[in-house]
C-alpha cells in the first residue's frame, strides 16, 4: 500500500539556521506529493505540492524537489523564522481520479530567538 | 471569507454518549472527508463523500458514522464513544475528488471520552 515516512522530530533550530525536514514514500504509479503544515491550535494548511517528478514545489521561502529515483520529498527552508515553528505533514495522492490524502506522521519544527 | 468550520473544538464527554461533530464549508466544494490525528499516528481517513448523499469509508471508520444531505454539512456522529476515540478531529473539503485540488481543512475538534 501507499505510506509516507517523516524524520522524527521534534526539530530543533535556531532563527537564520538552514532546514531540512526528510520525506520519503513508498506508492505505485505516479503520485502527487505535498506538504501541509499546522501551526499551534489551528488546522492544516498546504504550504506547496509537486504532481510529477522532477518538480519543484516552493511557497514563502520552503522548497521541495519531487525526486522519483529516490523516493523523496525532503523539505528545505535557508533560514527559518521563530513563526515557521509548526508541525509539518508530508503527503502523498495516487493519480488516480479519486483524492485520497495518505499523510507521514508529521514533525514538529522549533525555532528558536 | 472562505472557511470549514467545526463545532465544538473541545469537547469532553462520557462512554456511550452519542455525540455529533458538526462540519460546514462555504466554498461549495464537492469532496468532504473526516480525519483524525493521533500521536506518532499522523492523520488517518475515517469517512468520505464524494458529494451530497454519497458516502464511503475511509482506513478507520469503525464508531463512526456521517451523512451529507447537504453540499455544504458533512456531520461526524459516534453513536456509543469510547475511550480509543478521545482524538484531534479536523473536517477537510475541496473542490472536487481529483488530486490536483487542495484540500482546506477546519480549525480541529479536540474530543476526550472518559
Known amino acids: 500500500g501507499n505510506s509516507v515516512t517523516q524524520m522524527e522530530g521534534p526539530v530543533t533550530l535556531s532563527e537564520e539556521a538552514f532546514l531540512t525536514i526528510n520525506c520519503t514514500y513508498t506508492?505505485?504509479?505516479?503520485?502527487?506529493l505535498f506538504w501541509y503544515v499546522q501551526y499551534p491550535g489551528e488546522g492544516l494548511q498546504l504550504l506547496l505540492k509537486a504532481t510529477k517528478a522532477d518538480d519543484k514545489g516552493s511557497n514563502k521561502g520552503f522548497e521541495a524537489t519531487y525526486r522519483k529515483e529516490t523516493t523523496s520529498f525532503h523539505l528545505e527552508k535557508g533560514s527559518v523564522q521563530v513563526s515557521d515553528s509548526a508541525v509539518y505533514f508530508c503527503?502523498?495522492?495516487?493519480?488516480?481520479?479519486?483524492?485520497?490524502?495518505?499523510f507521514g506522521t508529521g514533525t514538529r519544527l522549533l525555532v528558536s530567538p | 471569507e472562505a472557511q470549514v468550520t467545526q463545532n465544538p473544538r473541545y469537547l469532553i464527554t462520557v462512554t456511550g454518549k452519542k455525540l455529533t461533530v458538526t462540519c460546514s464549508q462555504n466554498?461549495?466544494?464537492?469532496?468532504m472527508s473526516w480525519y483524525r490525528q493521533d500521536p506518532g499516528l499522523g492523520l488517518r481517513q475515517i469517512y468520505y463523500s464524494m458529494n451530497v448523499e454519497v458516502t464511503d469509508k475511509g482506513d478507520v471508520p469503525e464508531g463512526y458514522k456521517v451523512s451529507r444531505k447537504e453540499k455544504r454539512n458533512f456531520p461526524l456522529i459516534l453513536e456509543s464513544p469510547s475511550p480509543n476515540q478521545t482524538s484531534l478531529y479536523f473536517c477537510?473539503?475541496?473542490?472536487?475528488?481529483?488530486?490536483?485540488?487542495?484540500?482546506?481543512f477546519g480549525p480541529g475538534t479536540r474530543l476526550t471520552v472518559l
Open positions: 503527503a502523498l495522492t495516487q493519480n488516480t481520479g479519486f483524492q485520497k490524502l495518505v
Open positions: 477537510a473539503s475541496s473542490f472536487r475528488a481529483d488530486n490536483y485540488n487542495e484540500q482546506f
Open positions: 466554498m461549495n466544494h464537492e469532496y
Open positions: 506508492a505505485t504509479g505516479y503520485p502527487s
